[in-house]
């Protein structure tokens, strides 16, 4: 990985993913009944832990030193690590009973994942570690369509079930990722071992079909939300939260098509 690379990757991992992680610890406090107030008060902490990261990183571009970036990544896995670990205390308490609210133990094992990936991702590009291509498709498509999987699963459990309509729409999407993330893991095991196989861009291409729709309806399910068009209990921020998760699975999608595109022509 060239410096300017390592620079410009770790920004745009920090800028998307320290989002995230605010708005989920956002999200958990609109899920806890009113006795949590020691959960609410750590996760209203990572609000403000993350918040600071977004201005600290405000200044930043692909022309800052690259070891100002390695401390930079060190100090977020740290605050990633934590809210995971966070997270993953929630969901002990809920799974043994000792909590109530409204946070599906679902909802809380997923957004614990993103922190994993999250924290993952910044200790590899510290440690410039980079996958074979084949292998790096297989493994972020696995992750994100597990991820798309469980944001139809979420949408249709929120929505009011009187939107019969939307209803049926989330749990086809959730069927059709989870028969994309089982093709994922059937190809997993194949290993296909060179980056110009062709069942990768088929790969890709078939997920990104699927991921466009599924974006194109969050986009509508969020816009219908903020006109008060429908009836959830999904808040406006949420809607807007699992739609810029599909995008930012495009982006990916399409870089990785590029990268084999260009393997291709050499």
């Known amino acids: 990985m060239s410096i300017s690379s390592f620079v410009t990757q770790s920004?745009?991992?920090?800028?998307?993913?320290?989002?995230?992680?605010k708005e989920h610890a956002f999200f958990l406090t609109l899920g806890f009944t009113a006795d949590d107030t020691e959960l609410i008060q750590e996760a209203k902490e990572y609000i403000v832990i993350f918040e600071r990261i977004e201005e600290q990183i405000a200044d930043y571009n692909e022309k800052t030193d690259p070891e100002v970036i390695r401390r930079l990544n060190i100090q977020v896995y740290q605050a990633a690590a934590s809210i995971w670990a966070y997270k993953r205390k929630v969901l002990g308490l809920i799974l043994h009973c000792k909590i109530g609210g409204n946070n599906f133990p679902l909802l809380v094992d997923h957004i614990s994942r993103e922190a994993a990936y999250f924290a993952n991702r910044l200790k590899d590009?510290?440690?410039?570690?980079?996958?074979?291509?084949?292998?790096a498709i297989v493994k972020e498509n696995v992750f994100f369509l597990k991820i798309m999987a469980d944001h139809s699963k979420f949408i249709g459990h929120l929505l009011d079930p009187s939107e019969r309509k939307l209803v049926d729409q989330a749990e086809e999407f959730s069927h059709d990722f989870d028969q994309l993330l089982y093709q994922a893991i059937?190809?997993?095991?194949?290993?296909?071992?060179?980056?110009?196989?062709?069942?990768?861009?088929?790969?890709?291409?078939?997920?990104?079909?699927?991921?466009?729709?599924?974006?194109?309806?969050k986009k509508t399910a969020r816009d219908l939300i903020e006109?008060?068009?429908?009836?959830?209990?999904?808040?406006?921020?949420?809607?807007?939260?699992?739609?810029?998760?599909a995008d930012h699975f495009l982006t990916i999608i399409d870089a990785f098509d590029a990268h084999l595109t260009a393997n291709e022509t050499l």
């Open 11 to 21: 920004l745009e991992e920090i800028r998307f993913w320290s989002r995230i992680m």
């Open 227 to 245: 006109e008060c068009r429908i009836k959830s209990i999904i808040h406006p921020l949420l809607a807007d939260h699992v739609f810029r998760e």
């Open 125 to 135: 590009l510290n440690e410039g570690k980079l996958q074979p291509l084949a292998d």
């Open 186 to 217: 059937d190809l997993d095991s194949m290993r296909p071992q060179s980056e110009t196989n062709p069942l990768l861009g088929q790969f890709l291409d078939q997920n990104r079909v699927s991921v466009v729709s599924l974006r194109d309806f």
